[in-house]
């Protein structure tokens, strides 16, 4: 009889390794939003060197398993001998900084598309109006441009964020001991093969499901002027 | 030493690519069986069978890829193993790698495949169908003759992108030991002690993978949108 006393450990002993895929999460969406951000600016800035840079960067960053992306960055950098002696060498050798390093670079690649349809989805007429009411520049951007993008991206970019989830688990291959590691070293240390493993996908499944209704919370919060009204 | 010659592994790294396409393309298909079952089930207005589609596709499109994998391939071997202890066979019984990854990439792939066959099956004129039915056509010839090729039609875009998600998951399938492209990167990394140069030309090879089946995927769609282009053109 499998005890409760065993799937409660293997509970205990998996949730305390949901800090460890929660910071690589956040860090990787973090530094990855930022680096979307510029390489959408790059994409659209109608500057040739730039927006051919761009285009390579999301065709190299979304046409490859990230698997092989986070190999060439944990193992292999540290063969060429100009990574070891630059300054990036202490962040280098550590696994959790090449797994937020990859992750991050990753998801700017999906991240900077779902940016530019958002940008390309702001009506024409509004930008318009803007100008003719004299905004310009950062203001139109901060006023206008921004918020009207950001609700627009805001469906898809949810589903990036749920995958990036997802994509964590991948760091259990560069020995970091996230939730899916500590479930497969279970699984050796003990033969149990489903309950660590349905445990921890339960963990991942709940953490989608609570992030999946956020951002439904957030849509209805943006949308005001979809809803039906209420006299 | 990524040379084709005697001490080269040019031919290993186009051997595992070639694997890998094999064992998305089983993917594809299987996920393809599940997507349609889902699809139906959901369609079909039956409250069992619609809450079944509904929760295997928020299962699997909630978890992670790497540990779905894992689950199928550890799982099915348990299990395998049970059975055979119980008609006498000893010991361990392992499950081909190729079977378990592509069931694994099949699985998730069925997931994302069953919204694209909804959709695209609600996308068809329901004149057409009530058109098959009033000429006396049965529930099987109707599914051959009008469902399916409009279905495939109005597929081949999302189609188009859940291969290119089945080309990049197919790498996961590198832990359960199958030598495709990405195992075979991991393994001439590790005997010539040069991973960049082997990660690189496994990447090189993704990308020419995605590239040139993603331009196969629009020629099908130019070709399968030709009758629509002239109607509205």
Partial sequence: ?231 | MLGFGDKGWGLALIAGALMTLAVSLTGLLIGSVLGSLIAWSKLSGHKVGATIGDAYASLFRGLPELLVIYFVYFGSSALLTAVGNLVGIEGFVGVPAFAAGALGVGVISGAYQAEVYRGAYLAIAPGELEAARAVGMHRLLMFRRIIVPQVLRYAIPGLGNLWQVALKDSSLISVTGLTELMRTAQVGAGSTRQPFAFYLAGLGLYLTLTFVTDRFFEAAEKRATRGLKRMHG
């Fill in chain 1, 1 to 231: 009889m499998m005890s409760l006393d065993f799937i409660w450990l293997t509970f205990l002993r998996l949730i305390a390794a949901l800090p460890v895929t929660i910071e690589v999460w956040f860090l990787s969406i973090l530094f990855g939003g930022f680096v979307a951000a510029c390489v959408t600016w790059m994409r659209v800035s109608g500057i040739l060197p730039f927006s051919l840079f761009a285009r390579l960067f999301i065709f190299i960053f979304r046409g490859s398993p990230l698997l092989i992306q986070l190999f060439i960055i944990y193992y292999g950098l540290p063969s060429i001998p100009f990574a070891r002696h630059s300054f990036l060498w202490p962040f280098l050798r550590e696994p959790f900084y090449c797994a937020v390093l990859s992750l991050a670079l990753c998801t700017a690649g999906y991240t900077s598309e779902i940016f530019r349809g958002a940008l390309a989805a702001v009506p024409r007429g509004q930008v318009e109006a803007a100008r003719a009411c004299g905004m310009s520049g950062f203001l139109l951007f901060r006023r206008i441009i921004l918020p009207i993008a950001a609700r627009q991206a805001l469906p898809a970019y949810s589903t990036e964020v749920i995958s990036m989830t997802k994509a964590t688990a991948l760091v259990s291959l560069i020995t970091l001991w996230d939730v899916l590691s500590v479930a497969l070293k279970i699984r050796n240390d003990t033969l149990i093969t489903y309950t660590p493993l349905l445990i921890a996908g339960a963990i991942y499944y709940v953490f989608n499901y609570i992030l999946a209704r956020v951002f439904v919370w957030l849509e209805y919060v943006v949308s005001p002027h979809l809803r039906r009204r209420v006299y």
